[in-house]
């Protein structure tokens, strides 16, 4: 089964810092790293890593060269991303010890998407497919509302999440992943408990994957839930983690698996990615992502 995710292509300038640097604060940093990133093509070469036919899509700038070249070298199909005038998106991303992150986003080309790019490239696939989106590109209302009646299924990660969000027929999307803090921006609710409630409620169409850090994840439809535990792992870099888990959780249900052993694998993934550098330079090889759950099986 083939996969359009439309969504950003960003080069991250990754820089390490003893601690994230407050207002007014001034900070040295111990190195500056450039790596590919963007949400979208993160999760894109999570999917094709994880074994999915993958195609992205999504606009670069005239510095886009080196991410073309990073779908290229992870088996993406790149045939739907344009090059356009002017800059590429990017990030500045401070990485402190201990792996958290602070990440600031500029659009650039990322934000000059256009309705007859997006048809053309929604024209490719055929009802059943598979569509995934972030929130790091314009006109999702209008990609959702052309998937949908295409009859294409839907996976949407909100991220990073912005209200409007709300507007863009989430009751179409089949499937909708989420940390706990969009999660709590998505409901007004603390207890994951109580987000699951909620969204399975307004949206009993969708199929809810809630991550939840340190206690794992879990899946919700149709009055199922399943917890997937966490993998207790030292955190290097959390960047990309999520993407990580996103695009192989996606990989494995469209293979065919069960949503538990989908969130085992994607749990897998994640686990490794946060013990390397940069987003999708950490992202592991399904040999590796096999191996540790084999090594050691979720109990
Ligand atoms: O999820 C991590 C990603 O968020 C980074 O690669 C950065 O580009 C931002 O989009």
């Known amino acids: 089964m083939r996969i359009l995710n439309y969504g950003s292509l960003n080069l991250d300038y990754t820089y390490h810092v003893q601690h994230i640097v407050a207002p007014g604060e001034t900070v040295a940093s111990s190195g500056l790293e450039v790596f590919c990133g963007g949400k979208g093509l ?22 886009g060269d080196p991410l073309l070249e990073a779908c290229r070298r992870s088996g993406v199909d790149s045939r739907f991303i344009r090059r356009i005038e002017g800059r590429s998106g990017s990030a500045v991303i401070q990485v402190e010890r201990g792996g958290q992150n602070s990440i600031v986003l500029y659009g650039g080309a990322n934000q000059a998407n256009k309705p007859e790019f997006v048809d053309e490239a929604l024209a490719f696939f055929e009802e059943g497919e598979w569509l995934l989106l972030q929130n790091e590109v314009n006109g999702l209302d209008y990609m959702i509302e052309k998937a949908h009646s295409n009859g294409l299924k839907i996976a949407l990660n909100p991220s990073p999440f912005q209200e409007d969000i709300l507007k863009c027929g989430i009751e179409k999307v089949s499937l909708l992943f989420l940390n706990e803090v969009e999660g709590e921006q998505l409901t007004k609710k603390t207890e994951p408990e109580q987000m699951i409630k909620i ?7 969708t199929a809810v994957v809630l991550t939840l ?19 207790k792992v030292e955190a290097l870099d959390t960047t990309g983690a999520g993407d990580t888990f ?30 390397r550098l940069g987003a999708s330079a950490s992202i592991p090889e399904r040999s590796e992502v096999e191996k540790l759950l084999n090594d050691s099986p979720v109990r």
């Open 246 to 275: 996103t695009g192989y959780f996606l990989a494995a249900l469209t293979d065919g698996k069960t949503p538990r052993r989908c969130l085992e694998e994607a749990a897998a993934a994640a686990a490794i990615a946060v013990s």
């Open 213 to 231: 850090g340190g206690a794992g994840a879990v899946y919700a439809a149709g009055g199922e839930v399943f917890l997937c535990p966490a993998r």
């Open 199 to 205: 969204l399975n409620r307004e949206y009993p169409e």
């Open 42 to 63: 993160n999760q894109s070469i999570a999917l094709a890593k994880a074994g999915a036919s993958v195609f992205h899509g999504g606009m670069t700038g005239e510095d």
